[in-house]
């Protein structure tokens, strides 16, 4: 059974940082774009960043360049984002999700195959 867990949310001032991490089991996505995304309530899912198999490419949306970083470390089965100058727009439940083939970078959700349940990052103002 393949699952992705996301863990590191949490309640955070503005301008703080955090660090997600995404863990995959039950198969390896060694070879898979994998993506972060968030939804805030009321909103719908929205892109974050998406990285290659290897980390040599990635994407971010405008609102978070500069600010968040995904990498990730296949000998863990495991991508992250770390998130530097966090604030109330922030405010979010971010998800993971793993494309199923080796296929290159999207961000848009029906590409990705598999999905973490999410963790909740709230940033206070």
């Known amino acids: 059974q393949v699952r992705l867990v996301e863990s590191g949310g949490g309640l955070v001032q503005a301008g703080g940082s955090l660090r997600l991490s995404c863990a995959a089991s039950g198969r390896t996505f060694s070879n898979n774009a994998m993506g972060w995304f968030r939804q805030a309530p009321g909103k719908e899912r929205e892109f974050v960043a998406v990285?290659?198999?290897?980390?040599?490419?990635?994407r971010y949306a405008d609102s978070v360049k500069g600010q968040f970083t995904s990498y990730r470390d296949n000998a863990k089965n495991t991508v992250y984002l770390q998130m530097n100058s966090l604030q109330p727009e922030d405010t979010a439940v971010y998800y993971c999700?793993?494309?199923?083939?080796?296929?290159?970078?999207?961000?848009?959700?029906?590409?990705?195959?598999?999905w973490g349940q999410g963790t909740q990052v709230t940033v206070s103002s």
């Open positions: 990285i290659n198999w290897s980390g040599g490419s990635r």
């Open positions: 999700g793993a494309d199923g083939a080796p296929r290159g970078l999207s961000g848009t959700p029906s590409f990705y195959d598999y």
